[in-house]
């Protein structure tokens, strides 16, 4: 590992951190020895890294430190690179757009070492078919942003259409399509929606009543109640 990426590493470690953390913790974190932790939180607050604390106690990295845009190491920029072209393939129009956007971005602005792997990347993502939508993900996508109930009218398996009244919380992106995690105020629960299966949808004035946060730390706990009761279930014999 090149210096400028174990001090880029040493600042991450740093920055992630809850309480101070030790020398030895860093050490075995990147695979170095304590004496050269020591050295590289030297050489970092000899460039005005804001690091308290001291050897034998434990480091930490001060509040508002901002390190320079993209200082990013080869295993970070491919991550980059395979989450846009993934979304590039996956995504709504507008968002794929978005992800071309991003990577003619970073290829201007990383380092010249590293441009051969955004033009060249090691990894691939594979082609899928687009999901054809009637409602667009980029206006849901815009009902979360805003916080807004959403009226939706939708088709079920079976070619049932109900009309509902929900509280839109994160929209999923898989290879075989969208699905929307909302609360449902006609079934007065958490209910998935395909995105493929809306017919139309209008984002309604009234804001959701519930605090954005609350309400995805409830989404939350209602899926880890349903993963745990699922997986207690009995299996069958195979």
């Known amino acids: 590992m090149r210096k400028a990426e174990r001090l880029f590493e040493v600042i991450q470690l740093l920055r992630l951190a809850r309480e101070p953390i030790s020398a030895q913790q860093i050490a075995k974190e990147l695979g170095s020895s304590q004496?050269?932790?020591?050295?590289?939180?030297?050489a970092l607050k000899a460039q005005n890294v804001?690091?308290?604390?001291?050897?034998?106690?434990?480091?930490?990295l001060e509040k508002g430190f901002d390190m320079p845009p993209l200082m990013l190491t080869s295993d970070e920029l491919d991550a980059a690179v395979l989450g846009a072209?993934?979304?590039?393939?996956?995504?709504?129009?507008?968002?794929?757009?978005?992800?071309?956007n991003f990577l003619a971005k970073i290829e201007v602005v990383v380092p010249e070492r590293l441009r051969g792997q955004v033009l060249e990347p090691a990894t691939s993502v594979a082609p899928v078919v687009p999901t054809k939508e009637m409602v667009s993900s980029?206006?849901?996508?815009?009902a979360i942003r805003l916080h807004r109930k959403i009226s939706l009218v939708y088709e079920d398996g079976s070619g049932a259409r109900t009309e509902r009244v929900v509280w839109p919380i994160l929209l999923g992106y898989?290879?075989?399509?969208?699905i929307l995690a909302a609360?449902?105020?006609?079934r007065s629960g958490f209910r998935y929606f395909r995105t493929e299966r809306m017919i139309s949808a209008d984002i309604q004035a009234q804001r959701i009543p519930e605090n954005a946060r609350a309400l995805r730390a409830r989404w939350r706990s209602a899926m880890d109640h349903e993963r745990a009761s699922y997986a207690k279930q009995p299996k069958g014999e195979e």
């Open 138 to 142: 980029s206006f849901l996508r815009n």
């Open 50 to 60: 804001p690091i308290r604390g001291e050897a034998g106690i434990g480091y930490i």
């Open 85 to 100: 072209h993934w979304v590039a393939s996956r995504g709504e129009p507008d968002l794929a757009k978005a992800a071309h």
């Open 183 to 186: 609360w449902c105020e006609c």
């Open 174 to 178: 898989r290879d075989a399509g969208r």
């Open 35 to 42: 004496r050269s932790v020591y050295r590289d939180i030297s």
